[in-house]
């Protein structure tokens, strides 16, 4: 692999992990709204869970509406 294809494929994870944390942040963020609406958190997970296609699993929707209890 040559050098230039290093620093592209380096430039592109960096991207992509910098999306995932995006994610992760409006994921939270939505949460904390849902919360202050006062919605249950079966119904938060489920929501979250569809909004983002199915791509996060419920165990971690979870693990993340009971560090925002």
Do not use: C, F, W
Not at 14 to 32: N, P, T
């Amino acid at each position: 692999m040559s050098l230039e294809e290093k620093i592209r494929d380096r430039e592109v994870t960096a991207r992509l992990e910098g999306k995932a944390e995006s994610k992760i942040e409006d994921i939270y963020s939505l949460i904390k709204r849902l919360k202050k609406l006062n919605i249950d958190s079966e119904t938060i997970a489920s929501s979250v869970h569809e909004d983002y296609d199915s791509e996060l699993p419920l165990s971690i929707i979870n693990q993340i509406l009971d560090k925002e209890l």
